[in-house]
């Protein structure tokens, strides 16, 4: 079953004009949503179960519940995509830019929000693209700006492009990127719901959270909540690369394992090798091996197999990967995209990433593995999952999965390194 | 008082106000969490991550950081267990990886937040063996301030402090993470009046300022509290001697006043006390009018001679005194009583023409004092470009703003203060009476000022918003205010100790301690201390001037004062001075007006005695010595003594501390201080005078002298800034590279309209007289405006009249 690519599935060359969004059926649930109460909106989504499609995976209705009584009040769409893997919200912005379009308008109803903003990777031109001449379709005609469809309900969205940082995709560092200041993220409490953009109230939503609202508001919250396991409900885009033979965004039902999605949708490994690893959900995530591959893909079983869903990318790695290097990749992302403002992250990040270096050029000591563990040890204190952390936002301790993942699943390999100079 | 909670803290249960962020409650209370990036007067931001500690709650016990942490009640809190001790152990390994350990070539070294910490709270060791970050050794970002970006920790104090707390945001964090810097903009300064509090609040060596840069080791120096005396806010500060030479003020947290910060002005001044053109011995007129250095005696017996052939001949009310603001209260006094007593005048005056009525100054009610500005709802500034005139006080109602108070501000040009303002009203100069007529009569246009200003408490900042406005204004806008929801009022004037000088008498219109010269009482009270007293009218600063000029007046004694300069007609105070039969100058340099005395005596200055001053709130504060002075420099105080004996008197000036009992029993105003008070006990942030309601002699109440407008088509605005041509930044290398080139400025529609091209050159002419000065734009001024800051060179010989005249040069 599918809720998301139906409609670019089944017309891949047009799905993102306005023409064909309306042949397909779309607006009607915006019809349907102004003629509803607000909170009426509210408890069919609290009843849907969904949750957040960004990586944390909390519960969208329970977030909207947040919101506190001030006005103005804003709808911020994070369409700030940047973690190695994830590339899902790209095709929902680029492929069916109306779909975000009606989440949008529907929630921001729903909040009571007349100004919604979508702020989109600064490396995402053609999306951005595609939402901008969707945007000003809908205003021509009139879903979005002043009384919608005659319901009296005014709404405005800004596009925004982002300036290249990771960091952004934090949701309150995305509200000082909004805001023209640096992208570094805020101290919390406050949190956004309370204290967002420019001081005032704010959600902020995946663009594939929003984008699940139309049919949420046609179907109904129950509907939603049957699709799936329980506390994975509804369907769910993944973005499958690494050593597979067929990568790319696949949504599905969750409840299915890692092993069939790899199987199945992947295609397999390439050239018939073996897997070794895989990251179940983005470059945040702790890393998977082979034994993993019967966890079921659901938020709840991943977590309590010691890693997250996150934001659905799932990055495989055949036997013939050098998990030091692959560490080091992912480390050096971390430290390169740290926004630098607090200690243990902008310190500890490259710190670790020049221990890995040393390491993959065969300058590593006996003593770096333990000096590995220690420093991440003081990003994540304890090791723990889900991590502890001495930094302002989960950054600091997204580096150290890696360096975990390494030196609790393959740790010979790493020790043969240090003693051999040569990864084996 | 706020509501009280208990927390515990290792163990201790403590209690502490409700709210209080936990790292300053914790210190409070004996329990110091290290931290960088917190300091008590600017917001939390949590970033270094220093301060961690584990706090116990619903969730388990959760490390978190302590600087963004109000308490609550019943909170348990953890600062030394085994996971804070690794969490702080780590961060400072974290911060130290990078940092260069140049330890012994620095600074800051061996004064050092980095230093201390990593001793108390670091690791004992280094376990980093990769290359450290490398950035170019410092980078000048001003002409004051150097930047290392290798022993920055981007603790972000710099850049909040210019932002949050002085509103000039010139530095800034660039790039990100491991290459996270802080930088200047391109092509644009660190040029922030307020760019040392920077490097006095770097806690590591990133920041030093050049006047300082090498010259000491921090354990070598010798501290020694003072108060700054470069204008009449009173700043709390410490000067640091070595080898007794002053090498640098350091800004003291004084609750009441300064909280801390100094301006550079204030701060570098100090390179002026170091300057070899200090006067360090007595000169005397030769028959060939040239100064020439001469021995105490000598010099004694000459001025003592003049001053008494013309008191013989003339009369003492031929001779006028001008000065004492610059200098201690006991200065002051002594040189109000040498004028009234061995002298036997009535004109004498600390103010130099640029000032206001000295009753309102120090006997308005009702007075106010700074720290009103945090619970005013509403602060109303008719004045002076605090920013310009009085920094630190302007640093306090900038503060007063961000936390909510509305801001009025009423100027003929642009002030620091204006994007922190509700309001904004811009007059033209001369017009001010109108605007205030319409402000009172609530004029529709003014209809949204007047509904902010009802609202009580109100602080009314009231002073002469330059030198060609008419002093009564500030007088009637004053009467004005007061009438407002619970008003306070602060009247504003700006140089140094001129209200200490004020509440010693020196003025025509006061005696010591706040008392009227026209009350009898306090004459007769007086003369029982002093023996005698002139009865004469006495003339201010203008007036002694013109009677200099015009013969009425044959001699001048003045100390600490330099009226062809300061004067707003300088050219007029040149003439009176070469006019004058007999002129006695009191000095630390030799100024344009010492130069046209015949006698110039030595004086001790700031650093090299002890004292006390008074501020704009009335506050007295001490001044102590940290340092000897250069050669045969005296106290003012013991050289008026001198000269008193010549002439066959005496004012009792044997010693400050003799003075300053004199002072307490007879100026009714200061009654009930004591020394051992300002210098160990309550008095140690100064004293806000009269300590009883009722020592307060004059209950001055303004009132609206109905003053008519000045119209005029182009009216002069003429206003000090703060690097001007004065004895400070003039004789302090690093400050006096910092003095704006002399200019007129026009809004630009004048400037289109009289054919002015920005840079072109115009003669500007007053009734007074007139200088030929480049013209920039400022389209900040009224229309209609020209404004010429005074005391850079040229503003001084425009005079004080409203009416311009610009002719196009080229």
Request: proline share 7%; hydrophobic share 40%; glycine share 10%.
């Amino acid at each position: 079953m599918k809720i998301l690519t139906s409609r670019m599935d089944a017309h891949p060359s047009d799905s993102h004009t306005i023409s064909r969004y309306l042949a397909t059926g779309g607006y009607r649930s915006l019809k349907k949503a102004l003629s509803m109460e607000p909170a009426d909106i509210i408890a069919e989504v609290k009843a849907s179960n969904l949750r957040g499609r960004g990586g944390a995976g909390f519960p969208c209705g329970v977030k909207w519940g947040f919101l506190a009584d001030v006005h103005p009040r804003y709808l911020v769409v994070n369409g700030d995509e940047s973690e190695p893997g994830t590339f899902k919200d790209r095709q929902l912005l680029e492929r069916d830019p109306h779909q975000l379009l009606e989440g949008v308008i529907i929630s921001s109803h729903a909040l009571g929000v007349n100004h919604a903003f979508i702020y989109i990777r600064g490396e995402y031109p053609k999306p951005a693209r595609r939402v901008q001449q969707a945007l000003a379709d809908a205003y021509a005609s009139g879903y979005v700006g002043r009384n919608i469809l005659g319901s009296g309900f005014d709404l405005d969205i800004t596009v925004h492009l982002g300036a290249g940082a990771y960091i952004c995709g934090e949701e309150t560092a995305l509200l000082n990127s909004l805001e023209g200041r640096r992208g570094e993220p805020r101290l919390k409490p406050p949190f956004p719901a309370v204290e967002g953009l420019y001081g005032k109230p704010t959600i902020v939503n995946n663009v594939e959270t929003l984008s699940n609202m139309p049919w949420i508001v046609e179907n109904g919250g129950a509907a939603y909540a049957a699709i799936g396991p329980e506390g994975s409900s509804g369907t769910r885009l993944f973005s499958l690369s690494g050593h597979v033979r067929r990568p790319g965004n696949h949504e599905i039902v969750m409840g299915m394992t890692f092993g069939e999605l790899i199987e199945d949708l992947g295609g397999g490994i390439r050239d018939g090798r073996a897997i070794k690893a895989f990251i179940p959900g983005g470059a945040s995530a702790p890393w998977f091996t082979a034994d993993h591959l019967d966890v079921p893909v659901t938020i709840d079983d991943v977590a309590k197999a010691g890693s997250m869903l996150g934001s659905g990318a799932i990055v495989v790695m055949d036997e013939t990967t050098d998990v030091v290097k692959a560490a080091l990749s992912v480390v050096s992302f971390f430290a390169h995209e740290s926004c630098g403002q607090c200690t243990p992250c902008r310190e500890g990040t490259t710190w670790l990433e020049n221990m890995l270096r040393r390491l993959t050029v065969g300058q590593g000591r006996a003593v770096d593995l333990d000096l590995l563990l220690d420093v991440s040890d003081n990003i994540s204190p304890g090791l723990a999952w889900p991590p502890r952390q001495t930094t302002i936002c989960p950054l600091g301790p997204s580096a150290v999965s890696p360096v975990l993942s390494i030196l609790t699943h393959f740790r010979d390999e790493v020790e043969a390194l240090v003693t051999t100079g040569v990864s084996s | 008082m706020s509501e009280r909670v208990t927390i515990t803290v290792d163990g201790i249960p403590l209690e502490v106000d409700a709210g209080e962020l936990l790292i300053k409650a914790a210190e409070d209370n004996g329990t110091y969490i290290p931290r960088f990036c917190w300091h008590p007067r600017m917001k939390p931001v949590g970033m270094c991550r220093m301060c961690l500690v584990e706090v116990e709650g619903p969730r388990g016990i959760l490390l978190t950081t302590s600087c963004n942490m109000p308490v609550s009640d019943g909170m348990v809190v953890h600062t030394e267990s085994e996971t804070v001790k690794k969490a702080q152990e780590g961060i400072l390994e974290f911060l130290l990886i990078n940092h260069p350990l140049d330890c012994p070539v620095c600074d800051r070294g061996g004064e050092c937040p980095l230093q201390d910490q990593t001793l108390s709270h670091g690791p004992g060791e280094s376990r980093f063996v990769e290359e450290k970050r490398h950035f170019e050794k410092p980078i000048p970002i001003s002409d004051l301030v150097l930047l290392d970006r290798e022993r920055c920790i981007l603790c972000a104090r710099c850049t909040r402090f210019s932002d949050e707390v002085s509103g000039d945001p010139l530095i800034e964090f660039q790039s990100r993470g491991n290459n996270t810097q802080v930088l200047t903009f391109p092509d644009e300064p660190f040029a922030s009046y307020f760019s040392g509090n920077t490097v006095q609040i770097c806690p590591v060596g990133a920041l030093t300022s050049k006047p300082y840069r090498f010259r000491a080791r921090p354990w070598d120096l010798e501290k020694t509290e003072s108060t700054c005396p470069h204008c009449s806010v009173g700043c709390s500060i410490e000067v640091h001697t070595s080898q007794n030479e002053v090498i640098r003020y350091q800004g003291v947290d004084n609750d009441d006043v300064n909280w801390g910060w100094l301006c550079d002005k204030g701060r570098y001044s100090f390179e002026s006390v170091n300057s070899a053109e200090r006067l360090d011995t007595p000169l005397i007129r030769n028959a060939s009018g040239q100064l020439e250095p001469a021995s105490w005696p000598d010099a004694m017996e000459a001025a003592a001679t003049g001053l008494a052939s013309i008191v013989e001949a003339h009369g003492g009310n031929s001779v006028a005194g001008i000065g004492g603001a610059r200098g201690s209260n006991e200065s002051a006094y002594a040189f109000g009583k040498f004028m009234r007593t061995i002298i036997g005048t009535n004109h004498l005056d600390a103010q130099l023409g640029d000032g206001l009525d000295p009753h309102f100054l120090v006997g308005s009610t009702p007075r106010g004092v700074i720290n009103d500005l945090d619970t005013a709802k509403t602060i109303v500034l008719w004045g002076p470009d605090l920013k310009e005139e009085l920094p630190v006080l302007y640093l306090r109602v900038r503060h007063a703003a961000q936390q909510g108070a509305k801001l009025i501000v009423i100027h003929p040009r642009r002030t620091g203060l204006d994007d922190r303002a509700t309001f904004k009203v811009v007059y033209k100069p001369g017009e001010g009476p109108a605007l205030l007529n319409k402000l009172v009569e609530g004029d529709p246009g003014l209809a949204e000022v007047r509904a902010a200003i009802n609202e009580g408490p109100v602080v009314g900042l009231v002073g002469r918003t330059g030198l060609t406005e008419d002093p009564r204004l500030a007088e009637a806008v004053a009467a004005f205010l007061r009438e407002l929801p619970k008003a306070t009022l602060m009247p504003l004037a700006r140089r140094s100790n001129v209200y200490g000088a004020l509440d010693m008498g020196v003025s025509p219109r006061l005696l010591p301690g706040r008392v009227s010269s026209a009350s009898e009482s306090g004459k007769a009270a007086l003369r029982e201390h002093w023996g005698s007293l002139p009865d004469d009218f006495g003339r201010d600063t203008i007036g002694i001037i013109d009677g200099l000029a015009d013969g009425h007046l044959k001699g001048l004694v003045m100390m600490g004062s330099d009226p062809v300069r300061d004067v707003p007609s300088g050219n007029r105070a040149a003439e009176a001075l070469s006019r004058a039969e007999f002129v006695v100058a009191i000095d630390t340099f030799l100024n344009d007006s010492a130069a046209a005395a015949d006698v110039v005596f030595p004086a001790l200055g700031f650093t090299e005695q002890e004292g006390t001053v008074t501020n704009l709130e009335g506050r007295v504060q001490k001044v102590t010595q940290a340092a000897p002075g250069p050669g045969q420099a005296r106290p003012d105080w013991s050289i008026l003594e001198d000269l008193a004996h010549r002439m066959g008197g005496s004012i009792g000036a044997t010693s400050v501390n003799v003075l300053f009992k004199e002072i307490v029993t007879v100026a009714p105003a200061y009654r009930g201080l004591t020394w051992v008070d300002l210098e160990f006990g309550e008095g140690r942030d100064g004293l806000v005078m009269p300590l009883e309601e009722g020592d307060q002699p004059i209950q001055y109440v303004a009132v609206d002298p109905g003053l008519a407008p000045t119209k005029a088509p182009l009216a002069l605005h003429s206003a000090r800034t703060l690097y001007d041509d004065g004895v400070h930044t003039r004789f302090g290398p690093s400050l006096e590279r910092l003095v704006g080139a002399p200019m007129a400025y026009l809004h630009p529609d004048d400037a289109a309209r009289l054919g002015i091209p920005d840079g072109g050159e115009v003669d500007v002419e007053t009734v007074q007289g007139s200088a030929r000065v480049q013209v920039g734009f400022d389209p900040s001024l009224a229309p209609g405006t020209v404004f010429v800051p005074f005391n850079q060179g040229i503003g001084q010989n425009l005079g004080s009249a409203v009416e311009v005249k610009l002719e196009v040069v080229s």
